[in-house]
Structures are given as C-alpha cells and as structure tokens.
C-alpha cells in the first residue's frame, strides 16, 4: 500500500480476511487501501495539498470515484461489525479497538476531505479520539493511536479561532504543537501507520517552516518505499527548502 500498489495491497489484504474472518485488521486494512487509493489519485498526500489551508481545511476540488467509495464504505461497515461483536465480549479489546480507532479516524478524512462534510466528520474525529484513548489505557504501547489523537489535534490547531472556538464548544480541542509531538510518538511507537505518521509529521513539519525535519523523513520514506513515486517528489522540494529554496506558502498556517 505504501508503494501506491492499491490492488496488489487489496489482494494481499483479501487473502486475509478469508483465513482470520473474524479480524477486524482485514477489512480496516482493506477499507485503507482505498482511502489511500483515493488520497492518490487527489494528490491529498502532498505538500502542494497540505500547505493550502484552501485544500486542507475545505478539501479537494473533484468528485470522489465511485467504486473507491463503495470499497471504502463496504469494508469499513465490515469492520464496524467485527468490532462490534467483540466489543461486546470484552470491552477493552485492544486489536478491535485499535480497529475501531483506525476506521472511525478514516471515516473522519473521507467526510472532511473528500465528501467535503466538516459536520459529520467531526463525529467521527470524536469517536476515532475517544478510541485511542480507551486503547492507550489498555495498552499504553499501541503507538498506531497516536496518529489519531495527533492528526486531530494538529489538523484543529490550524483552522482559524473561530472556528477553534465553535469546536471548543463541542467538546473538541485542538493544539498544533501538541498534535506534532503525538505524530511524533507514532513515528516511533507505531506499527501499522509508522510511514504514514512518517509522512503526516515530514508534511506538518514544512507548514511549521521546519524543512530539514521534512527532509529527512522524507529521505528514510524514500529509503523505504523506493517504488514510491511521491516520496521522491516531495524529498526534492524539502531539500530545496532546508537550503534556503521556496518558503512556506503565504496562505498556510506556519
């Protein structure tokens, strides 16, 4: 999936599903290829989309694809059901929790991002926060949660006050330096989203005018996923910047 291989990752993924039905990793995982798939064809996942709080915080100019859409919706339904059944039985299930946590923090960017549906993606910002809580207090080692409260917490800091003061209202907070540090723990601490906390942190790092750190996340993702043709682009232009090229654009947050 991180090398942009959506159908072959699908495939992988599929398989299994079919020998450990009753995980609720395989359809989150699959319900993450086509998010992912998805972000791809937008071009979400890139500096030129991040660092325009147009495109950020308003989301992405052209419909959404259809079949990517059913997928997504079709596996994270999947999911929900797996985790359902399990939480039931043992509320501080970590694996279904951490399922939970990955799907409603998903459902969260698919409303934001791509349905451009700011409401009802905050009730799943919500749920995907008060998942990742009740999963550190389980198991304080699952580092895949800190991509959840951190992306949040960053994402919020960056809209303007009064729409921090509307969601403070609702019980929402937000705090950039707060969320970068969380990202930060989940370049260390995660398993399943380590690369792509890698990249959320190298991405918010080139908004907070800190190229360098941009660089060399970008430089291990290269490392990494070398079929990636991303990771190169995006390399180049925090090299640029850590050398004194292009600033942050003047319509970002920085």
């Not at 946590?101 to 991002?113: K, V």
Request: aromatic share 8%.
């Amino acid at each position: 999936m991180y090398e942009t291989q959506f159908e072959r990752a699908r495939n992988t993924v599929q398989t299994f599903e079919k020998l450990y039905p009753d995980d609720p990793m395989g359809p989150a995982a699959e319900a993450a290829s086509y998010l992912f798939e998805e972000f791809n064809r937008q071009e979400v996942l890139t500096s030129a989309f991040f660092l325009d709080n147009k495109k950020l915080l308003g989301g992405v100019e052209n419909p959404p694809d259809p079949a990517l859409r059913v997928g997504f919706l079709d596996a994270i339904g999947r999911a929900r059901q797996i985790t359902t059944s399990q939480l039931v039985l043992h509320h501080a299930d970590t694996r279904a929790l951490l399922a939970l946590t990955i799907c409603a923090g998903m459902q969260s960017d698919y409303e934001s991002l791509i349905e451009k549906k700011p409401l009802a993606s905050l009730h799943y910002l919500r749920e995907a926060q008060d998942n990742a809580g009740k999963l550190l207090v389980a198991d304080p080692g699952a580092g895949d949660a800190y991509v959840a409260t951190g992306a949040a917490d960053y994402i919020i800091g960056c809209m303007p006050s009064y729409k921090r003061a509307f969601l403070w209202m609702g019980g929402i907070h937000g705090d950039r330096p707060r969320g970068m540090e969380e990202v930060r723990k989940a370049t260390l601490q995660a398993h399943y989203l380590r690369p792509f906390a890698q990249l959320l942190l190298a991405l918010a790092s080139l908004r907070e005018n800190q190229p360098a750190q941009a660089r060399d996340l970008y430089a291990q993702l290269v490392r990494e996923f070398p079929e990636n043709p991303l990771f190169p682009h995006e390399l180049a232009i925090a090299t640029a910047r850590a050398s004194g090229g292009k600033p942050c654009r003047a319509n970002a947050t920085c």
